[in-house]
């Protein structure tokens, strides 16, 4: 049970049990090359040619599955000691999100080579744990050869991580390759090492195959068969794999009753695995990863004052906390209180732990706090912050290591919150802003770059947005002057009117018809990983209306994705 897995001692095996897979699979889904290496070639769009229909599809899809998602899979089938050893690739972006990325960006050589290092750390840890290896085979051999408990611990493991019942194929190969270690490690358990190994670097488990059955009555059109329903509702709403109660409703070919679908997405969204889940789109959504690591001059920032000296630099304590305090806020709305999602920007209150309520209310920290009690928090109503438009986590990352930048700011809230489409800057635009003496606030720098007929079409509509924002500082302290000057925090847009400050842009936010209609947009393209097709747009309309009429609440909105007979269906490849 103690023996590690080399590389070069089973490569050839696995690979030869796995390309025919990997092949198949692919020209199924209408993929693309599986040579090169991580590319913008995309198997969707290679497979996206105008194809005229009435009925709401998407393409056909092999979406890798994210890295949450992967680690998710293994600790459900295999434990925490083995997800705790995995190395999953970087989940990379396409069209402004990793899960279209998953589904359009092909696996290159770096790719394969890491999800190989990945099962190699993932069977070491875990045949290095007696207990574990116990679970995750689940039956007690009599001998070295026994072909029944190596038939039940590959039928259950393989049903789990394939999300469907193994064929005779591949059951074939996978005992096959189950001999060879047996007689490589002598010991039952070499068989499950190179298994496990194997079924880590499938496709079968690495995609989320979306490419479905003929349907009867449109030959244009495909629905996804039961397992790959299961699959897809599954890692969309716990992001993890099926777990077996819905399984057998696959097994059973119950999935294509809208009302069973509901009632497996409310049982779905009542575990814990769906906050979780939801976290990792709004850490997407918002960038919050990227407060790991941001650099901050402490200098530059004299609110920090001496009892928070060195955290101008964010630690990885406040990185966290400043993360978490968005996503408590989201939970509170989504799962504590099921009530609308547009008091993110309006919300007065907010979730703290000791260093964050020190940073908002000026009080002195103490070091041998809690820090992993975060509570609600009352904000003072002169600092007029408003829901996330008032987090010191964004307002820190959307600015510079010593001064705000409003373009940043605003560019997020386009972006995240309206779904509007911002162009980059011309290559030969001046980025340098005039000096202190010319315009010493910032609100003056921008207002003059503005001038440039270049930079003045995006920047009225960014700058406004992050003007708003400009009464805090670029660690998200509250102020009243800029550089020794009264801050202007007015803006007036064509689209969002007039407004002063951030408490009055969160009202217009709230009241902006766009603000619903992308928050729908983009968890359909997380749920599904690609950006929405001409026909799926009417369908997405319905639903931005059905959310609107729910009260703007999210639960109720990913029940009816998920129940929609249009979330099955695929045009054909």
Avoid at 353 to 362: C, I
Wanted: glycine content about 8%.
């Amino acid at each position: 049970m103690h023996a590690r897995l080399h590389p070069l001692r089973v490569a050839l095996a696995i690979a030869a049990m796995m390309l025919g897979g990997c092949r198949e699979a692919a020209e199924e889904a209408g993929g693309g090359d599986s040579s090169g290496g991580e590319t913008e070639a995309s198997t969707t769009e290679a497979s996206t040619g105008e194809v005229p229909t009435e009925a709401p599809a998407g393409p056909p899809s092999m979406r890798r599955l994210l890295g949450y998602q992967y680690r998710n899979a293994i600790r459900d089938v295999l434990g925490a000691t083995a997800s705790d050893a995995a190395l999953p690739p970087e989940d990379l972006p396409r069209s402004g999100q990793r899960s279209i990325g998953a589904a359009e960006l092909v696996a290159g050589d770096d790719t394969v080579a890491r999800y190989e290092e990945s099962a190699i750390a993932v069977v070491n840890a875990l045949f290095t744990d007696a207990a574990a290896v116990e679970v995750a085979v689940g039956c007690t051999p009599v001998a070295n050869d026994d072909p029944a408990c190596a038939r039940d611990y590959i039928d259950r493991v393989g049903r789990r991580m394939f999300r469907r019942p193994l064929d005779d194929e591949q059951r074939a190969r996978l005992l096959a390759l189950h001999d060879d270690g047996v007689a490589l490690y002598d010991s039952f358990y070499g068989g499950p090492l190179l298994v496990i190994a194997a079924m880590l670097q499938s496709p079968s488990f690495l995609y989320l195959v979306e490419v479905g059955e003929p349907d009867p009555e449109d030959d244009s059109l495909r629905r996804l068969d039961d397992w790959e329903l299961a699959a897809k509702i599954s890692f969309f709403l716990v992001g993890t794999t099926p777990r077996d109660e819905l399984l057998e409703l696959a097994e059973q070919g119950a999935l294509d009753d809208p009302d069973v679908l509901r009632e497996v997405a409310r049982d779905l969204l009542a575990t814990a695995g769906a906050a979780d889940a939801l976290d990792q789109h709004i850490i997407e959504l918002l960038q919050l990863d990227d407060l790991d690591g941001l650099v901050k001059v402490p200098a530059a920032f004299p609110a920090l004052g001496d009892p928070n000296e060195g955290i101008g630099v964010f630690s990885a304590e406040l990185s966290e906390a400043a993360r978490q305090e968005t996503l408590r806020l989201v939970r509170d709305l989504v799962w504590e209180r099921d009530t609308d999602i547009r008091e993110l920007v309006t919300a007065d209150y907010t979730f703290t732990n000791p260093v964050t309520a020190g940073l908002y209310l000026g009080t002195p920290i103490d070091p041998t706090a809690d820090f992993e009690q975060y509570t609600r928090t009352e904000l003072p109503a002169d600092q007029q912050r408003s829901g996330i438009l008032g987090h010191m986590g964004l307002l820190s990352l959307l600015a510079n290591a010593t001064r705000t930048s409003p373009t940043r700011r605003g560019k997020l809230i386009r972006e995240a919150l309206l779904c509007d489409v911002i162009q980059p800057p011309p290559d030969d635009v001046q980025l340098e802003l005039p000096p202190d003496t010319d315009a010493p606030t910032m609100r003056d720098k921008l207002m003059q770059h503005q001038q440039d007929p270049a930079c003045a079409g995006c920047h009225v509509s960014l700058d406004g947005l992050g003007f708003a924002l400009e009464p805090f500082d670029g660690m998200g302290f509250h102020r009243t002057e800029d550089n020794g000057f009264p801050i202007d925090a007015s803006a007036d847009l064509p689209d969002l009117g007039e407004f002063d400050g951030p408490r009055e842009l969160g009202q217009r936010l709230f009241e902006e018809p766009k603000l619903p209609a992308c928050l729908v947009e983009k968890l359909f393209r997380h749920a599904t990983g690609h950006v929405e097709t001409e026909s799926e747009q009417p369908w997405l309309e319905r639903h931005v209306e059905s959310f609107v009429e729910q009260g703007h609440r999210l639960q109720p909105l990913m029940v009816e994705l998920v129940a929609d007979p249009a979330f099955s269906m695929v045009r054909e490849p």
